[in-house]
């Protein structure tokens, strides 16, 4: 299943449409991060709202990913977690910490224009 | 001896349970009136349903007498059980304990065995038979008023906790994206579960940005709880919702220091009022007095 990745401006967006494989979240991760050096992006909004689970591999991936990003010049917010993903990933330890999240995709462009 | 036995056999199956059982209740329908005033005396002497006036309790009783002599009769404990449960309906909630609807149908059994008793005290072959067949039924019925009873009760106690629950863990929406969240009270595992669950569709529900957890009303919670807290406050945050906990107890904060919590998450204002502020702030909002407002203004003007 491989992730549309939409260009909005100075922004990419990525929604995450269906549960995704170890390998489709690591060809999502290196797509964005390539493509963000070669559109000359700020900003990339990951959207999960569709996933039901987020797991520890998931989590790593995206933080890698937020991380990476935020080397080649972007910030990266998730939006759409769900409450009960939310607290499974709490519970696991998994907080994703210093990645932005923001509720959905409105308030994660919000976030990201207000950071310019 | 052929005859006598011929004679024998007859005689016991004319007095089958039924049969003793349809002359007991006649012999009930004919004593009402007496035996009914005797039982509603008896339950006031006993200070048994001290709630009810006299006439409530008569007509009670009466109802009582004649679902309790249709149950012998019959043998059928459905009316009376649906009977029971209407009466603890109504009596419950004016305070009525168990032991008072248990005493006052077994001293209405007692009643009627007493004028079982006076009636046949002549013939105690008769009296006998005639108990035998009283007292299962009896039994049975007592045990389906007091069983009715308490399972009353019992639907009752689940409802109110149900009610409880629910009340017990508000979201309140108090400007636009600003939740609040009250807590009075001690938090059990249950209600820490409810609470974030609540609290995280709430977030969803309402678009919340900024969540106000107000713990004045909380004087302790062990380790746990407080660990649960703290994960709350992070799922809020992948929901992309800022916590404000406020109104922490010295005795909290300790738990908190000794969970080794990481206070760089915690977002911890002194009291509600101070959490508001924040969270205005963060949200945007300037709140000031009208007053104060226009003085500033001439002041500019001027």
């Known amino acids: ?116 | 001896m052929r005859e006598k036995e011929a004679q024998a056999v007859p005689r016991r199956s004319d007095e089958t349970v039924t049969t003793l059982l349809s002359e007991l209740v006649a012999h009930l329908r004919e004593t009402r009136t007496v035996l009914r005033q005797e039982w509603a005396q008896r339950i006031t002497t006993a200070r048994l349903l001290t709630a009810m006036t006299e006439e409530e309790l008569f007509s009670e009783a009466t109802a009582v007498y004649d679902q309790y002599v249709e149950a012998l009769e019959t043998g059928t404990f459905e009316a009376l059980q649906a009977y029971a449960r209407n009466l603890s309906e109504r009596i419950i909630p004016r305070g009525v304990e168990t032991d008072e609807v248990v005493g006052i149908v077994l001293l209405l059994r007692d009643v009627l065995a007493r004028s079982l008793f006076a009636k046949y005290q002549t013939d105690f072959a008769k009296l006998n038979r005639i108990l035998d067949a009283y007292e299962p039924a009896a039994n049975r019925i007592a045990n389906t008023v007091a069983v009715g009873f308490v399972q009353e009760r019992e639907r009752i106690i689940r409802e109110q906790q149900e009610a409880i629950r629910e009340l017990s863990t508000p979201v309140l929406q108090v400007r636009e994206r600003l939740l609040i969240l009250p807590i009075i009270g001690v938090i059990d595992p249950q209600r820490a579960r409810q609470l974030t669950e609540q609290l995280l569709h709430g977030i969803r529900a309402t678009r919340g940005k900024v969540v106000v957890i107000d713990l004045t009303g909380v004087a302790a919670m062990d380790s746990s709880i407080a660990n649960h807290l703290v994960q709350t406050v992070e799922a809020s945050r992948l929901l992309g919702a800022t916590v404000i906990v406020t109104g922490l107890s010295p005795a909290i904060a300790q738990t908190l220091v000794n969970i080794g919590v990481d206070l760089g998450k915690m977002n911890t204002v002194g009291d509600l009022q101070g959490g508001i502020e924040e969270a205005e702030r963060l949200l945007g909002y300037r709140v000031a007095q009208i007053a104060a407002l226009e003085e500033a203004e001439s002041r500019a003007a001027g």
């Open chain 1, 1 to 116: 299943m491989i992730v549309p990745i939409l260009k909005q401006g100075e922004y990419l967006i990525a929604s995450i449409q269906s549960a995704l494989t170890d390998a489709d979240l690591v060809a999502l991760r290196d797509a964005l991060v390539a493509k963000v050096g070669a559109m000359r992006i700020r900003g990339v909004i990951v959207d999960v709202t569709s996933l039901d689970v987020l797991d520890s591999f998931a989590s790593r991936t995206l933080r890698d990913l937020a991380n990476m990003i935020g080397l080649r010049g972007a910030r990266t917010v998730i939006v759409g977690i769900q409450p009960e993903v939310a607290f499974a990933m709490v519970q696991l330890g998994l907080t994703l910490e210093d990645i932005p999240t923001a509720l959905d995709l409105e308030e994660g462009l919000l976030f990201l224009a207000s950071r310019r």
